[in-house]
């Protein structure tokens, strides 16, 4: 009866073990998954914030305001500076 | 009887024990490799090598160039599970044409490229498709573009990058060390379907520096213009413009035109200087205490200064006699000869290599030049006198504004730096750029009274059109004639530029303009005094330099 009890209590520590075993196992596919996610989304998010950095590149703002504001650079010499 | 018919049966018994044990022994000693790649090939997956690149800032912190992961699309026809649907997707998703993929399916063997650089937002959605769709025979590959969102901005000091995120000109190849990191391949768990089973020892931390630069990309962008709309205008082969703060040594600006991949003129196009290098003359005859700006250098009536039998300077508007002052406001050869052969052959180089004339810069940019400077014991004296004035002796745009920023700061030669700042991955600075003085080459008063030379040459004399309202400019023409193959000088092809500094005072900005070849006007004061005070201008009004 005793060594039934044993047994059992092995039994179910293998069983336990192994179900943790899986589990991580599955987290592990799950991580993996969500790095590619991050990895894909970050890749994404680059990719978006070179386009935003095409658009303030100092040749395309300057060339718009010069041609469809018509504003041009203010001489050094009428720059009001102000102190901090 | 009984014994024997145990024996036998016990035999059997182990008939097939034996031949389990023997064909265990048999693929346990034959076999092994074939088994162990098999078993190899269905619990691991191996992660593809990969190198990381990180990025290029200017000194506000613009991306100039990073490496943005893209992906290359293929075809491996032999296991393409549904032809006209692999078709469909691979057109819907990277907007290709499916004739176009049917032409290079028809053309390939089994394997072929459809398309390459894939940026991530397809590439998400033709993931996606495949997944969804269970399509079988399409080969994703991660590779990079190095991507320059200021498009050819500082290209020419950046240089490029290939595909492998390998440096390969320019600062991309001599920052490579630092810039990338290489990650080897790694061996994962695999789960069903394929899936990665993340383990902890999959994680590399990353090991790369950003590198900030002292390039400002507003500053490199107006420097850029103007020197593209002056080169045009003028025709001339090529150009380059440097700007540095000559308090810090600090590199705002270096552009070449055209734009080559880290190829730069700044630091790789020597010159024979011509006038600009007048400053360096009456500099080292200033210190040495042997002239003031006032000294009179006299020629009595003569209009040519016979250096040797055989060899005399002459001034294209010369004057009997002149001060140091006036040889400088009137560009004059006579006088700046004169002023090197009274200072003597060895105290002139030694003032020459004090400035750093050929020597590189400590920035050791690939292909960086050094210049030709000779040894004083081999100078005779027409080389002594045409030393002088810029001839014999040749120099990068580098070594010029470093010397003539040297003169604005009050005598010191500082340490070029290109380099601002480099942070690792986690964000943490691990070096930051700190204002260096190599050497003091002049006393406080000698840069004081150069200043004030280099102030009449714009205010009277041959620089007037460098000049920029409100503000006081210092510096000088030049205009060289550019060696021929032959020997000797090409009379219709020269070097035009000009070298100096604003405000004069309390100077913001070192510049040098330079121009090769230019078809017309010929003369430093005609086309590179006025792009100076054109850059100038853009730079005093976008820094807020206060007018005086």
């Known amino acids: 009866m005793k060594m039934f009890k044993w047994l059992f209590i092995a039994g179910i520590f293998f069983l336990l073990l192994a179900v943790e075993r899986v589990e991580l196992k599955k987290s592990g596919v799950r991580v993996s998954a969500l790095k590619q996610e991050v990895s894909l989304k970050e890749a994404r998010n680059q990719y978006l914030r070179y386009q935003i950095s095409q658009n303030s590149a100092p040749e395309r703002v300057y060339k718009a305001a010069e041609e469809q504001l018509n504003m041009r650079l203010t001489p050094p010499a009428e720059v009001i500076v102000l102190d901090d | 009887m009984t014994k024997t018919r145990i024996k036998i049966c016990a035999a059997l018994c182990l008939i097939p024990v034996l031949a389990i044990v023997l064909r265990l022994f048999y693929l346990q000693a034959y076999r092994h490799d074939e088994f162990a790649t098999k078993a190899e090939r269905a619990i691991y997956a191996y992660l593809a090598e990969d190198r990381i690149r990180g990025a290029l800032l200017d000194a506000r912190g613009e991306v100039l160039a990073e490496s943005l992961r893209t992906y290359s699309a293929a075809v491996l026809k032999k296991y393409v599970n549904n032809k006209d649907e692999v078709v469909k997707t691979l057109s819907q998703t990277l907007g290709l044409s499916k004739t176009e993929i049917e032409k290079r399916w028809k053309a390939a063997g089994n394997f072929f490229y459809v398309a390459k650089k894939i940026k991530p937002l397809e590439y998400a959605a033709l993931a996606e498709e495949i997944k969804k769709k269970r399509l079988q025979g399409i080969e994703l590959t991660p590779e990079y573009e190095r991507i320059h969102p200021f498009g050819e901005l500082a290209l020419d000091l950046i240089g490029a990058s290939n595909s492998k995120n ?44 950003d590198i900030q630069l002292t390039i400002d990309a507003l500053s490199q962008y107006h420097v850029y213009d103007v ?37 730069s003129m700044p630091f790789q ?3 024979e200087p011509g006038s600009t290098f007048k400053s360096i003359t009456s500099a080292a005859g200033l210190d040495s205490g042997k002239f003031t700006p006032d000294t009179s250098l006299d020629f009595g009536h003569e209009k040519r200064f016979e250096v040797a039998p055989g060899f005399a300077v002459r001034d294209t508007r010369a004057k ?82 470093s010397a003539y920023s040297a003169i604005a ?101 070192t510049i040098l303009f330079v121009l090769d070849q230019p078809e017309k006007p010929i003369f430093g004061g005609e086309s590179a005094a006025p792009a100076f005070s054109e850059i100038a201008a853009r730079l005093l009004s976008i820094h807020g330099v206060k007018p005086q």
């Open chain 2, 166 to 209: 390998l440096g390969l000109s320019g600062l991309e190849q001599l920052y490579n060390d630092e810039l990338s990191q290489d990650i080897g391949k790694k061996r994962a768990r695999k789960a069903r379907a394929g899936a990665i089973i993340y383990e902890r020892d999959l994680k590399e931390e990353a090991d790369i520096l």
């Open chain 2, 227 to 263: 020197l593209k709309k002056y080169v045009e205008t003028n025709g001339a082969a090529r150009g380059m413009a440097i700007v540095q703060d000559p308090n810090t040594g600090f590199i705002i600006a270096a552009a070449s035109y055209p734009v080559i991949n880290g190829q």
């Open chain 2, 269 to 271: 196009f020597t010159y």
């Open chain 2, 320 to 401: 009997e006699a002149m001060t140091v002052r006036e040889m400088m406001e009137v560009s004059s050869n006579r006088g700046a000869a004169k002023i090197a052969l009274d200072l003597g052959a060895e105290d002139f180089f030694y003032y020459i290599k004090a400035f750093g004339f050929g020597a590189k810069t400590d920035i050791g940019f690939q292909g960086e030049a050094r210049g030709v400077v000779r040894p004083f014991n081999k100078w005779n004296k027409v080389e002594t006198a045409t030393a002088g004035y810029g001839y014999g002796i040749s120099l990068t745009g580098m070594q010029l504004i």
């Open chain 2, 409 to 509: 700061n009050g005598g010191h030669l500082m340490v070029a730096h290109i380099i601002k700042k480099k942070t690792n991955a986690k964000g943490k600075t691990v070096y930051t750029a700190e204002p260096k003085k190599i050497r003091r080459v002049l006393r406080p008063e000698t840069a004081a009274a150069l200043t004030g030379v280099l102030k009449a040459v714009v205010e009277t004399g041959t620089a007037k059109r460098a000049r920029v309202v409100g503000y006081s400019v210092a510096g000088k023409t030049g205009t060289a004639e550019k060696t021929s193959a032959e020997g000797g000088y090409e009379k219709a092809s020269h070097i035009v530029s000009f070298a100096g500094f604003v405000p004069a005072e309390n100077p913001a900005f």
